[in-house]
């Protein structure tokens, strides 16, 4: 006996050979739609043709996004080049000489018009303060005298009028030059003191002022 056939069942057109009727109850598809549904099972099966593969368990890039050059999608914000983001701008050497030279050629005419106004004669320069009303010498007292014997070479009797400051004149000239040879090098010069640094040299100060004060520190007055 032929079997039945069951509810709901669909008849495929190219089962049946020609000629023979198709049972009652049975829908029939057309070439068409069997061709349709096969195709559409197999595009469910293999998945969307335009998504790309995961490699790594990662989403993937889409291909029409650029990407930097680590991998990873561009943030919006406009187009980037070929060879990725660039680096901005390096400034110019005259540019970065501007500071430097500037404070150089400060520091430069202050002590060309110490040397040129003798500080020895009264009436150039004002009084310290603190000498005129306590006669405590401060530790700045003597500096311009200092600073007209350096520029012309006298360093005696620069150290003699304030010592402290010919030790600060050295500190000047090789700071400034480490700032030239860093800018020269195109390296930012960043000086941070600590604070125990500036206790250090408050400490330094404050000695100093102590000592040309006594009797056995007369040498260090001016």
Do not use: K
């Not at 040129?116 to 006669?135: I, K």
Request: hydrophobic letters at 40%; a neutral charge.
């Amino acid at each position: 006996m032929d079997p039945q056939p069951t509810a709901g069942a669909v008849t495929d057109p190219s089962s049946t050979r020609p000629g023979e009727p198709v049972p009652p109850g049975e829908p029939v598809l057309h070439p068409d739609e069997t061709s349709g549904q096969d195709s559409t099972a197999r595009a469910d099966a293999a998945g969307p043709p335009h998504a790309p593969a995961w490699p790594r368990g990662g989403p993937a890039t889409p291909p029409h996004a650029p990407a930097w050059p680590g991998g990873g999608p561009v943030p919006p914000g406009g187009p980037v080049p070929p060879g990725g983001p660039l680096p901005p701008p390096a400034r110019s050497l005259a540019r970065r000489l501007l500071a430097p030279v500037a404070t150089l050629a400060g520091v430069a005419a202050a002590f060309a018009y110490v040397g040129t106004v003798d500080p020895n004669e009264p009436g150039h320069y004002p009084v310290c303060p603190l000498l005129r009303f306590t006669g405590v010498y401060c530790p700045g007292c003597g500096g311009l005298r200092s600073a007209h014997a350096f520029v012309h070479g006298d360093l005696p009797t620069a150290l003699g009028a304030n010592a402290l400051a010919v030790v600060g004149y050295g500190l000047f000239g090789v700071l400034m030059a480490l700032w030239l040879i860093r800018v020269l090098r195109g390296v930012p010069m960043r000086l941070a003191i600590s604070p125990v640094w500036w206790w250090g040299i408050g400490a330094v100060l404050a000695l100093f002022t102590l000592v040309r004060n006594l009797p056995f520190g007369s040498a260090l007055a001016p």
